[in-house]
């Protein structure tokens, strides 16, 4: 679970929520014809930029920004580390039966065990980094649009609220519903581009950074044991990766 992303976005609904309340209540900020224009509308505009599949597979990371737990690159320096170990005393072939739960590094270690040269594994393991960044990407993009969509969309709602109410001077009832449309329809694009699809986005650029590092630093350490390196040299390589604060004292740099 990313406890950041759950309590900054909870935590920015709460405030604006408590907002409301200390107002006079929530009933005065919910307008159906805004919703559909802001809510609905941005995201027919967001789908028609991109391919169904990719809006589709967007919604589906946002989702797993709240649950996405960040690599640990200590844990996975141990575990290659391990292996190199493994693979020094008993060769390349004593990696087959070891418990591996990472799934990219269980495949870097399942083509060691097949005998292919370090070339072919880096270059396997590059292109599944590189899809796997492309897909991120994707998603942030769409976040990204419906950021930039959604006031714009709320801008179309204030227009729409104000020709109403323009076109109804002489009854003053209809002035002031026909003002509340345009004000909440601003509101709800502020509020849907700032308070979800640009943190998403950028919460989506973090993740795909951290992904990039640690699999970067699988490939380096698998190539390493490929190459029948010694453990040792292969942890201090790794330690490379870490921030200067996090790495043993014993390491240069």
Do not use: W
């Not at 559909?36 to 946002?62: E, T, W, Y």
């Not at 003053?172 to 329809?185: F, R």
């Amino acid at each position: 679970m990313d406890i950041a992303t759950l309590v900054g976005l909870v935590g920015a609904a709460g405030i604006v929520a408590m907002a409301m309340v200390l107002a006079g209540g929530f009933a005065q900020f919910i307008d159906v014809g805004s919703i559909l224009i802001v809510v609905v509308g941005s995201h027919f505009v967001v789908m028609g930029q991109f391919p169904m599949g990719n809006f589709v597979g967007a919604a589906k990371a946002g989702l797993k920004t709240l649950t996405f737990k960040s690599p640990n690159c200590d844990e996975i320096i141990a575990k290659v580390v391990e292996l190199a170990d493994l693979a020094r005393k008993g060769g390349l072939l004593s990696l087959e039966g070891a418990e591996i739960e990472d799934p990219f590094l269980k495949k870097g270690v399942g083509l060691l065990v097949d005998g292919h040269d370090g070339e072919v594994v880096k270059a396997i393991l590059s292109k599944d980094v590189q899809m796997a960044s492309k897909r991120h990407e994707q998603g942030k993009d769409i976040f990204k649009a419906l950021g930039d969509v959604s006031p714009a969309m709320g801008m179309i709602g204030t227009l729409v609220g104000l020709v109403a109410m323009l076109g109804n001077m002489d009854d003053p009832k209809s002035i002031g519903p026909s003002m509340a449309v345009a004000l909440l329809t601003t509101l709800y694009g502020a509020m849907i581009a700032n308070m979800m699809a640009i943190p998403i986005a950028e919460k989506l650029g973090k993740r795909d950074e951290e992904e990039k590092v640690a699999k970067t630093l699988m490939i380096d350490g698998l190539l390493g044991i490929q190459a029948g390196q010694n453990p040792r040299v292969i942890e201090q390589v790794l330690h490379g990766y870490l921030a200067e604060s996090k790495r043993p004292s014993g390491d240069d740099g």
